[in-house]
């Protein structure tokens, strides 16, 4: 088992920035690939971007590609989003996800492990 605890979401502009913090519990953190999905408002929840186990290699959604940056800290079982250069198309409930496997699932009903949600809006 896997406890997921998301934090960090609120309120910006369009162009700001905010940080998201995904504390884990549970199984031990190194042998889990982490990630984080995103669902809008009358849409699907979708992948977002995701870290191997060492944080050695990193894959993100083309649409957030080059604008968020993934990373994970081991030694603290957390995992983080940084999102620069917000759009109000980014605007959603952020998830992460944990996964025991070697990869990430891009499709949200493979994952093994969810936190509860936390709120990003992003207005115009």
């Known amino acids: 088992q896997v406890q997921l605890v998301e934090s960090g979401g609120g309120l910006v502009q369009a162009g700001g920035s905010l940080r998201l913090s995904c504390a884990a519990s549970?199984?031990?953190?190194?042998?889990?690939?982490m990630g984080w999905f995103r669902q809008a408002p009358g849409k699907e929840r979708e992948f977002v971007a995701a870290?191997?186990?060492?944080?050695?290699?990193?894959y993100y959604a083309d649409s957030v590609k080059g604008r968020f940056t993934i990373s994970r800290d081991n030694a603290k079982n957390t995992v983080n989003l940084q999102m620069n250069s917000l759009k109000p198309e980014d605007t959603a409930v952020y998830y992460c996800?944990?996964?025991?496997?070697?990869?990430?699932?891009?499709?949200?009903?493979?994952?093994?492990?969810w936190g509860q949600g936390t709120q990003v809006t992003v207005s115009s």
């Open positions: 870290i191997s186990r060492s944080g050695g290699t990193t």
């Open positions: 549970g199984r031990t953190f190194s042998f889990v690939v």
């Open positions: 996800a944990a996964e025991p496997g070697l990869f990430m699932p891009t499709a949200p009903n493979s994952v093994d492990y």
